[in-house]
């Protein structure tokens, strides 16, 4: 991800979250932050129609926002994002990868399930739109 990328991931963000990210808090991980890992995926004609944000942080890949445009949805771009993110984090020796999901959110529960992520907690009340829980979820890589 870079700089010029937020215009289509904004798009992305503002349409799939209710507290979405700004361009701020974007960039400053993209320019400021030491430890994250952004990542971009675009369709055949070079729109981006997904993105991921993580931490690479004490042997923890720390994912912390995975969307793909509703158009793109189903069509494994999600889970091209997550695998890259998983992969590079085993190759800086990383051990764990753990993120927050919500408990309706059976389709990002479904991808992680399926690519080894199991419940390991639950932090109650943790959305501030909705005060729904988040399941915590890890897989070690």
């Given at each position: 991800m870079l700089?010029?990328?937020?215009?289509e991931v904004l798009a992305i963000e503002q349409a799939t979250f209710p507290i979405p990210?700004?361009?701020?808090?974007?960039?400053?991980?993209i320019e400021r932050n030491p430890f994250a890992c952004n990542r971009v995926v675009r369709s055949s004609r070079g729109a981006v129609v997904?993105?991921?944000?993580a931490w690479m942080v004490d042997a923890e890949?720390?994912?912390n926002n995975?969307?793909?445009?509703?158009e793109f949805r189903g069509l494994g771009y999600g889970e091209v994002l997550l695998r890259?993110?998983?992969d590079l984090g085993k190759t800086l020796g990383c051990v764990v990868a753990t993120l927050e999901v919500r408990p309706s959110n059976?389709?990002?529960i479904s991808?992680?399930?399926?690519?080894g992520f199991r419940e390991s907690g639950r932090r109650k009340g943790y959305y501030t739109d909705t005060r729904e829980d988040a399941l915590v979820m890890k897989v070690f890589l």
């Open positions: 700089p010029r990328d937020l215009p990210w700004t361009h701020e808090g974007f960039l400053h991980e997904g993105y991921a944000s890949v720390r994912i995975i969307a793909v445009g509703e890259n993110l998983l059976s389709t990002a991808l992680y399930s399926k690519l």
